[in-house]
């Protein structure tokens, strides 16, 4: 089973919703006809989506690194007559900074959105759709999951446990009539590059140019292998390839040249 058919009293929920992938996710579930609940801190832009969407969306505000507005999710959807039969976990930070140099707080907030939301939103929406018998879920993992990152070792590790949840809750839900997917992008021009501390164009001058998909591509990919069932979705044959040769590929040679690569520059 894929996707569920849309219907009335049915919702896709997507975090994340206000930029980026998780916009780009919004559009294309909105194309296939899918109503939407939108779920992201910046009220201002999820009004905006809302209203560019050719169905039904709900808006609502929430902040995924808090514990209470997550808890609270469940029951704003109900209130709202819906059940939730599709749920996209995309909200993501990331960050730029070696471990010894870095912010325990930053470091810290960004485990609390890429993976205990993941978590806690898996858990509290999972038990719907499975007494229902119907549902989907997508995690928004990275291309970062296949290999260790120096420079964004936090960063890395957190799509790397997305990735390994996903399947193992995919082996979970077999015969429930629920699937779960993991969506593991290569880089991708969105405003999340900014906030992790890379320059303009930094990214784009290390990594080559045909690694590189729009958000638009990423969404469609994904929500294509939702419908499609399966495990993994890699977008760009050469972001596959990329995926399959760093985990056969020898840790200690491979580790060198990433971290030259990508390492933020030392201030002493």
């Not at 993991?182 to 930094?202: I, K, R």
């Not at 969404?219 to 050469?238: E, M, Q, Y």
Request: net charge positive; aromatic share 4%.
């Amino acid at each position: 089973m894929g996707i569920p058919i849309p219907e009335d009293d049915r919702a896709a929920i997507v975090t994340g919703a206000s930029s980026g992938i998780g916009e780009a996710i919004a559009l294309e579930l909105a194309r296939r006809g899918h109503q939407l609940v939108l779920v992201a801190r910046r009220t201002d832009r999820l009004h905006a989506l809302a209203g560019s969407l050719s169905t039904k969306a709900h808006v609502l505000p929430a902040d995924l690194s808090s514990r209470s507005d997550r808890a609270a999710l469940p029951d704003r959807v109900a209130e709202l007559g819906l059940a939730a039969d599709i749920l996209i976990n995309n909200a993501g930070l990331s960050g730029r900074a070696l471990v010894a140099k870095s912010v325990p707080e930053q470091q810290l907030n960004l485990v609390e959105v890429d993976v205990v939301a993941v978590v806690d939103l898996c858990s509290r929406f999972l038990p719907g759709m499975v007494e229902r018998g119907r549902g989907a879920v997508l995690n928004v993992s990275s291309l970062a999951a296949f290999l260790p990152l120096p420079g964004q070792a936090t960063y890395g590790a957190a799509k790397a446990f997305v990735l390994s949840y996903t399947e193992s809750l995919r082996n979970e839900l077999r015969g429930t009539g629920v699937t779960a997917t993991a969506l593991c992008p290569g880089p991708v021009a969105t405003e999340l590059d900014g906030v992790a501390g890379f320059s303009v164009g930094e990214r784009a001058a290390v990594l080559p140019s045909f690694m590189w998909k729009s958000a638009e591509e990423v969404a469609r990919a994904g929500i294509d292998g939702l419908a499609a069932n399966k495990a993994r979705v890699v977008p760009g044959r050469a972001n596959w390839l990329a995926a399959a040769f760093c985990r056969f590929a020898p840790q200690e040679r491979l580790l060198p040249l990433l971290a030259r690569r990508d390492l933020p520059k030392r201030s002493d």
